[in-house]
């Protein structure tokens, strides 16, 4: 498999060579060049697979550059009933017939992060020790993401993470879950600032090439392909534990922030897995709904981000977006390449009255928006009826689901964090504390340890560099 540049301008490149690259070199993103097919007769074959074979036989078809013993035995280690708390790894709840929970958050850091990123952590730490290479993750988080990707680098060799964090704004769960970490190869470093400083520092960082280099600093953000691909796993599974035979379809619904969940469904679809729908669920930030309802694509400016109580969702841009749109324009990089430049001088574009509205049609894809008040009524509906509790992510993707269910399709609802990640709200909506899973009781009585630094990238750089001479 080869990969190429949504912007045309990158010669085609291995797995390993876009494994720890961020922004292809041209400013785009990677893309496999084709999308491996499964027929009828093959998905028979893979139906009773665990987890780990099954991701075994999807991922060896995008990384064919690790000998398969080898790429065999990382996928083993990564997805573990002692990881993932259940055999199944992403097991499926049934509430009613015809309607499932795909539980993805059930990794060490309670969200459905945990699932690609400890695949990354343990690929990044393969191909670093064979190249003898080294690898400085530096990023800012206002919670979630810091701590999977924390969670997933943690102990290995040849990487350190830098995870900067605004200084007493996130919520004690979280706090505890990443200051708590003892190995010396993670830095939490706590900002006397907010979260666009903690940001902006990583820019001014980034933008400092030869420091950059000198240090080997990357990042593990959403664009990351391999990611992207690790997510294709679970639709399949899911897809085989809602259905009995292969002559069955089903729908997803789906939480969606920066696109990546939504974008490996779509993927998913592309190589064959019988999907009739895949529906998006937006929170107030919306800018994915808006466009697949009306053709436009309108990134909002950072000061347009509400900040809401499904908080992984809130973001200006949809950073997976610009791959789906490669495909939806048939691969066209001049077409892709003219769009984007728009959009990079805060601009928008709009599909109306062109061909590629009838492909976004065929896409699967429908979309819709869920807020404050749907997400309160949809957690207490749910602990009701069912008696099963759904964080707020989770309730937008049940809001907006109910919504589009076709009558004789089973739905799945993706359910991508724990309720007790946000137990402050399930407290006030439902009178009680949500459960705390076995793998993270006692959290927040452990010891805690970061590093209080005021706004000050030179000081950060000061750090990095000190850290790692030692
Ligand atoms: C990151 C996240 C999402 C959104 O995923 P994208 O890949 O950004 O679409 C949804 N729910 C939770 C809990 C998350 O952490």
Redesign the pocket.
Known sequence: MRYISTRGGMTPRSFREILLEGLATDGGLAMPQTYPQYSKASLSRLRKMSYADLAFDILSHYIDDIAPTDLKKLIKKTYTAKVFCSEAITPLKTLEPGLHLLGL?NGPTL???DLALQLLGNLFEFVLTSQKGQLNILGATSG??GS?AEYAMRGKRGIRVFMLSPHGKMSRFQTAQMYSLSDPNIFNIAIKGVFDDCQDMVKQVSHDESFKRRFHIGTVN?INWARVAA?VVYYFKGYFAATKNDSEVVSFA??????????AGYIARQMGLPIHQLILATNENNVLDEFFKTGIYRPRVSSEVKQTS?P??D?SK???FERFVFDLVERDTHKLSALWQAVERGGEFNLQGTPYMNRLAESGIVSGTSQHADRLKTIRDIYKKYDVMV?T??ADAIKVGLEHRTPGVPLIFLE??QPV?FAEIIQEVLGREPPCPENCRGLERLPQRMDVMHVDSDAIKDYIENRCQS
């Open positions: 958050s969200a459905f992060k979630d993401t999977a959403s997510q789906v939480p969606t922030g920066n696109f990546g969940n939504v974008l499904s992984s969702m973001i949809a950073s997976n964080d992510h989770t991508t964090a990640k």
